[in-house]
């Protein structure tokens, strides 16, 4: 039996309108939320641990060293999310997390660790991520109807919201009554119950393959190199997903360093100190939250892929307009609405991706979405802070928005992308 075949249930969703009560759903969406919790109060433990042991460069290191093998290893777990099932990789991932973390927190509550635990345990922990998210991102189609996409999407976006947000008081409490061998051992519950709550997750079986793929069945007859390169040649080909996913990576090579470091030199010129860098970013995350509840209250979007070109036109031009704003009030407002609309133009892109995706190429569509946002895009960092030192970050940031605006072009240019719509129900 193949990863494919496990959990298999008869098919996604217990019919229109009823992802609210889909039990199936539901689960996904809880274990989902558990495990980004778990990796909020894991990290900052991670680090906090460090820094009992170490000086500031070495917890700098520790942070950051799982990021490599998550960015090296992400198109490789699409693949195997493709070859083994992404219900398989989903479990084992948390699995791994689950057993790592809870042995982590024996060793803290009975010794100092050294550095090497540390960086060892971050280079596990970005290994399983390289597994974990491509997976996750896959799941979606096989446990909703088609027409119910758009929806699960924004309750994932909801997820990852209060994940994000509940990961590092949740961790200030536990290190707070019991030190970091209480607040790694929350952490591995936290991947523990997503792991029970994945194991109750069913999926849909694979459909026919609708392109000029090989079929699902041939896929472990294929060296996982070929399969590598025949994902990427399927998104290449393909009208729909070829131009929506290079827009996305555009998008993201354009603003992810204008909104981190950006906005900070952005304060630092108009004198709104770290506070003001707060209101912004809290702006943008109210905006996208909004965003989140509307994807998931709203029925239907006609014209998905005409709103999903519009919004990231608007989008990138308020992302542009953050360095232009005259006070800090303007900014946040502005953020507000940028987050807003870059919010359903995240949904409705991924939603048409997926949707349009034949199911035997989902994990690896998946891992490179999650490629460009959590390996490529960062590149854009140093890059942004010598171009902001050579010509300042006004004009840098701009041009950041200008990249952005190139993916709309990309998008717009296409007529699969502007002519697509989705099912709903």
Not at 396 to 406: I, K, T
């Amino acid at each position: 039996m193949s990863g494919n075949d496990i959990g298999k249930g008869a098919g996604p969703g217990p019919g229109p309108g009823s992802v609210w009560r889909d039990g199936n759903v539901l689960r996904w969406l809880a274990a989902y939320g558990a495990s980004l919790i778990g990796d909020g109060v894991y990290f900052l433990s991670l680090g906090w641990t460090a820094a009992q042991t170490a000086g500031p460069a070495e917890v700098g290191v520790v942070m950051a060293v799982g990021a490599v093998p998550r960015a090296l290893l992400m198109l490789g777990g699409g693949v195997i999310a493709d070859r083994f099932g992404p219900r398989l990789v989903v479990i084992s991932s948390d699995a791994v997390r689950c057993a790592v973390i809870l042995a982590l927190a024996g060793l803290v509550a009975l010794t100092a660790p050294g550095l090497w635990i540390l960086v060892l345990v971050a280079l596990v922990f970005g290994v399983v991520d390289a597994l974990f998210m491509p997976a996750v991102g896959a799941l979606p189609p096989r446990i909703a109807a088609p027409g119910q996409l758009v929806r699960v999407q924004g309750m994932r976006s909801l997820a990852e919201r209060v994940g994000h947000t509940a990961g590092p008081p949740v961790a200030g409490l536990a290190m707070g009554l019991g030190g970091p061998a209480a607040a790694f051992g929350v952490a591995s519950a936290l991947f523990g119950l997503s792991l029970v709550l994945l194991v109750a997750v069913r999926i849909s079986p694979l459909g026919e393959p609708s392109g000029p793929a090989p079929a699902s069945s041939a896929l472990p007859r294929e060296s996982p190199w070929s399969q590598l390169r025949s994902g990427l040649g399927y998104i290449r080909g393909h009208g729909l997903i070829g131009p929506l996913v290079l827009s996305g990576a555009l998008s993201q090579l354009g603003t992810s360093a204008p909104m981190t470091l950006g906005l900070i030199l952005v304060a630092q010129d108009r004198g709104w100190g770290a506070g003001g860098v707060g209101w912004i970013v809290g702006g943008m995350g109210v905006g996208a939250a909004a965003s989140a509840l509307l994807l998931t209250l709203i029925p239907r979007f006609p014209r998905a892929g005409a709103v999903q070109n519009l919004t990231l036109i608007l989008g990138s031009a308020g992302i542009g307009g953050l360095v232009l704003a005259p006070s800090l009030p303007v900014a946040v407002v502005l953020a507000l609405l940028t987050g807003l609309v870059c919010g359903i133009c995240g949904g409705l892109a991924v939603a048409l991706i997926q949707t349009a995706t034949d199911p035997s190429y989902l994990g690896r569509v998946s891992s490179v979405m999650a490629f460009t946002a959590v390996g490529l895009a960062p590149l854009a960092y140093p890059v942004f802070g010598l171009a902001a030192d050579l010509w300042g970050v006004t004009p840098v940031f701009l041009a950041g928005a200008a990249v952005s605006m190139a993916g709309a072009i990309v998008g717009t240019s296409a007529p699969a992308v502007r002519r697509a719509e989705l099912a709903f129900a």
